[in-house]
């Protein structure tokens, strides 16, 4: 039912920028909270970024002030600005979905992957 794409990933020199774009089928996306994870090979998956419904974000410590969430329930797109970017940064990106409806429940894309290579 609920089907998450990401886009926007490739390659990137160090420094350099990238958005990154979730579009989210399904009626639920305006009510539902919204993350950026990533995952880097070896590594365990790390929160990036999330927002609420209700416009609320927050960042992770290493991308604090060089990333940005943003949605735009028009359109059912989730977005992450990612400036200055780092060889850190590097990773698989996955776009997730919360919320609750009697239960709870997630839902996951299939990531897009991002590399910053110097």
């Known amino acids: 039912q609920v089907q998450l794409v990401e886009s926007g990933g490739g390659l990137v020199q160090p420094g350099g920028s990238l958005r990154l774009s979730c579009a989210a089928s399904g009626s639920i996306f305006s009510i539902s909270t919204m993350a950026w994870y990533r995952q880097a090979p070896g590594k365990q998956r790390e929160m990036v970024a999330t927002v609420t419904s209700g416009g609320s974000t927050n960042y992770a410590d290493s991308v604090k002030g060089r990333f940005t969430i943003s949605r735009d329930g028009a359109k059912n797109t989730l977005f992450l600005q990612m400036n200055s970017l780092k060889p850190e940064d590097t990773a698989v990106y996955f776009c997730?979905?919360?919320?609750?409806?009697?239960?709870?429940?997630?839902?996951w894309g299939q990531g897009t992957q991002v590399t910053v290579s110097s």
């Open positions: 997730k979905m919360i919320i609750r409806i009697d239960v709870l429940r997630s839902y």
